[in-house]
């Protein structure tokens, strides 16, 4: 055999080789690799194609798989009533878009390399699994993972996985969502249900009940997620807080690189965030319990105790630069966390 047909034969062979690799991965039904953010030098979004298929990239992929589908095997229409965790039928992925991999909308980049860490609603430290467990409680509006189970394994390892070379306490820009300036007055829902008409009601429907994906029942839960109703977050997630949803409305409306979307004032987000905040949505009990060391309880919680004098409706809607300046009469120090 000669040289040049030896060569043929071992790239013929290559691509056989990675051909009948993608096929079996079909096959056998792995999760498919949806959009993510691209990575850059400052953005560290590591491939999830690079990963092998082993058991430690079957786990990653099927956390992916997981939070992107969240309603399909946790939600309260799969088919396995024992996974029935979630009390609603969002997605992970509805506060963490593109798989978790959006600059300034709330990623999943770098954030398991922060754990344990100080949480203040707790007032202790938490593992990565405390804060997957709080969101299943708050903003999926159900109850806690098993420790042990598969899938909140799976979840870590992708989360782990999301923090691919980052190290312990480095700061990234892009992570959370980005601070925005305390307006001078109260944020107002009248108002905000006009920004809402202008900006949001085509997508998220006029009674912020979203667009399925299929039909009621069938467990494919929302390609845009209700606001709020019985299938949205509960009193205990962070975005009910106005001042939370506000970043993160501002920072979602951006839109992603080459796909821009109209962008809210400052005004216009908080504005907007509590139109969506007055709306009816699920109750968290026990609120009241959040936040035990109360110098951090956050001045838009509107669920007692209150700072003296300062009613719920304040509490939640603002002027919040007062609420600011009467806690640290109150209580004299910064907040931890």
């Known amino acids: 055999m000669s040289k040049k047909v030896l060569i043929l034969v071992i790239v013929i062979a290559g691509l056989l080789t990675t051909l009948g690799t993608v096929l079996l991965a079909r096959v056998q039904g792995q999760p498919s690799e949806t959009k993510q953010s691209a990575a850059t030098d400052d953005w560290p979004v590591p491939d999830i194609g690079q990963l092998p298929n082993d058991k430690f990239g079957q786990m990653?992929?099927?956390?992916?798989?997981?939070?992107?589908?969240?309603?399909?095997?946790?939600?309260?229409?799969?088919?396995?009533?024992?996974?029935?965790?979630?009390?609603?039928?969002?997605?992970?992925?509805?506060?963490?878009?593109?798989?978790?991999?959006?600059?300034?909308?709330?990623?999943?980049?770098?954030?398991?390399?922060?754990?344990?860490q100080y949480r203040a609603?707790?007032?202790?430290?938490?593992?990565?699994?405390?804060?997957?467990?709080?969101?299943?409680?708050?903003?999926?509006?159900?109850?806690?993972?098993?420790?042990?189970?598969?899938?909140?394994?799976?979840?870590?390892?992708?989360?782990k996985f999301m923090s691919t070379g980052v190290p312990v306490g480095k700061a990234i820009a892009g992570r959370g969502t980005p601070k925005l300036e305390l307006i001078d007055r109260a944020a107002d829902p009248v108002k905000g249900k006009e920004v809402y008409g202008q900006f949001c009601v085509q997508c998220h429907g006029e009674n912020g009940q979203?667009?399925?994906?299929?039909?009621?029942?069938?467990?494919?839960?929302?390609?845009?997620?209700?606001?709020?109703?019985?299938?949205?977050?509960?009193?205990?997630?962070?975005?009910?807080?106005?001042?939370?949803?506000?970043?993160?409305v501002k920072?979602?409306?951006?839109?992603?690189?080459?796909?821009?979307?109209?962008?809210?004032s400052i005004e216009q987000a908080f504005d907007v965030?509590?139109?969506?905040?007055?709306?009816?949505?699920?109750?968290?009990?026990?609120?009241?319990?959040?936040?035990p060391a109360r110098k951090n309880k956050p001045v838009d919680s509107d669920f007692p105790p209150y700072l003296p004098g300062i009613s719920p409706t304040q509490h939640k809607y603002g002027p919040f630069k007062p609420l600011l300046d009467e806690r640290a009469k109150v209580y004299g120090e910064t907040p931890q966390g």
Request: aromatic content about 8%.
């Open 60 to 116: 990653v992929r099927f956390g992916k798989e997981l939070m992107e589908k969240t309603p399909k095997y946790l939600g309260p229409e799969a088919a396995d009533p024992s996974k029935r965790y979630a009390g609603n039928n969002l997605d992970c992925t509805s506060c963490h878009p593109d798989g978790g991999t959006r600059k300034f909308v709330n990623p999943f980049v770098g954030n398991f390399a922060d754990f344990p």
């Open 121 to 159: 609603r707790e007032d202790a430290v938490g593992t990565i699994e405390d804060r997957i467990n709080g969101c299943m409680e708050r903003s999926m509006n159900g109850r806690p993972l098993p420790l042990d189970s598969v899938e909140m394994k799976a979840m870590t390892a992708y989360l």
């Open 210 to 248: 979203g667009k399925r994906v299929g039909k009621i029942g069938d467990g494919q839960g929302y390609q845009i997620p209700p606001l709020w109703g019985p299938d949205s977050y509960n009193t205990g997630a962070g975005v009910y807080h106005v001042t939370l949803l506000a970043r993160f």
């Open 251 to 264: 920072a979602a409306m951006q839109g992603r690189p080459g796909q821009p979307q109209p962008e809210l």
């Open 273 to 291: 965030a509590a139109f969506v905040d007055s709306m009816p949505r699920p109750q968290k009990a026990n609120l009241e319990a959040d936040f």
